[in-house]
């Protein structure tokens, strides 16, 4: 473990650690820290619910009804999330990556204080819409913060780096949990502090992150600001001579002059690309309705129906956030020497088999008093397989399946998958769950398993592979020449004249060889 730990942390200078970690903290930790925060205060925010709807109505709020705007609660944080998605293309060629980051503080930081306050104003239309607003920080998160860490890491530790994500997802889901003990925050008359201090790392973000540069190649290929830029990779690169890497970029930029960026529309036409964009959605869908998200926001329900007492279940779902926890961390130690597809497939796989034994666990859990707690282990077990792969790697495909011109329409298109799948999850899980019982885990088992039959014959290893090369392991599949094969062409027409251009396709292949594009 000491020598895995060694070898992905060789490349990491002290900024490049420093940006992660605080691109993360304000980002990918807000948005698992809400996935899960809503789970503790349950039974008194539909108090909080009835005694608003009888002071209103006159009359208590009926079951039907509260579970509806439950639901609606736990699921708007996906609509939010879908907005957000939207919206950060716009604000990225705008703002860049890290302003980007740092203006969506504003929305968590607006959202804290409404959810904060809605008990004390009496008000649940408050939580609904603070919700709301955190969802369009998460969406605007989960874009911004993988492309900024992208643009300033080297390949060697591209899968590495784009781990980082889905370590301080899982971290924030834990301190959801944790805050949520009725010890500290989990209590009747201290539950709205639980959003409240969503702000926090919010304020940590807006106050560290203006010290770390800006990506070079934004500096590079929107502002034109080469002495900018050289001073980022110094920053991130952790040497003085730069030059070459600024070449590099500056000879990709000659290329990506004859490109325009993709439309969405156009990137779903594109012949070329075909089995990439359905590569992408079947896993995006696959990640939020493999059944996880059910587990983060409904634990202590389900841990309920297994029979377990009601007062040793915040300390059970505890657990649930340290496993995962431990499983990205390991997932983030081994991803460049196993690879992406193992563990895509082989965590697919495991939650299916897992799911399967959690139905029959839930089912017999009357025949005797050890059942219930075979249940548990099925459910971390679930847990640690997700976030052993799942969990983060259908991020990193995004970037890698496609070249420049189409990443955003890329990430726009698994974005609205992705938030999507999420909503349908956190809106219709109650009511599947009420409906099926304990066979409602068969539903997210034969998901799980129709991915990893999917990605079996389908997705190919991209670990440590050019774009170039991923195009050329789908090309068959697509019966279709990649789009680079153009780019190349009017490159070579500048030859005759002399052009700077003249170069830029050797050197760019030498750049991708060496460092993420």
Sequence with gaps: MTRMLQEATQDWSCSLIVASLVGALGSSFLYGYNLSVVNAPTPYIKAFYNETWERKHGHPIDSDTLTLLWSVT?????????????????????????????????????????????????????????????????????????????????????????????????????????????????????????????????????????????????LLFDKHDQAGAEKAFRTFLGKEDVSQEVEEVLAEGRVQRYIQLVPVLELLRTPSVRWQVLTVVITMACYQLCGLNAIWFYTNSIFGKAGIPPEKIPYITLSTGAIETLAAIFSGLVIERLGRRPLLIGGFGLMTVFFGILTVTLTLQDHAPWIPYLSIVCILAIIASFCSGPGGIPFILTGEFFQQSQRPAAFIVAGTVNWLSNFAVGLLFPFIQKSLGTYCFLVFAAVCFAGAVYLYFVLPETKNKTHAEISQAFAKRNKAYPPEEKTDSAVTDDKPNGKPGADSSSTLDNYVKNRIV
């Design 74 to 218: 736990v699921s708007i944080f996906a609509i939010g999330g879908l907005a957000g998605t939207l919206l950060v293309k716009l604000m990225g060629k705008c703002l860049g990556r890290k302003y980007t980051l740092l203006v969506n503080n504003v929305f968590a930081v607006s959202a804290a204080l409404l959810m904060a306050c809605s008990l004390q104003a009496g008000a649940l239309e408050m939580l609904i819409v603070g919700r709301f607003i955190m969802g369009v920080d998460g969406g605007i998160a989960l874009s911004a913060l993988p492309m900024y860490l992208s643009e300033i890491s080297p390949k060697e530790i591209r899968g590495s780096l784009g781990q980082v994500t889905a370590i301080f997802i899982c971290i924030g889901v834990f301190t959801g949990q944790l805050l949520g003990l009725p010890e500290l925050l989990g209590k009747e008359s201290t539950w709205p502090y639980l959003f409240g201090v969503i702000a926090v790392p919010a304020v940590v973000q807006l106050v560290t992150l203006p010290f770390l540069p800006e990506s070079p190649r934004y």
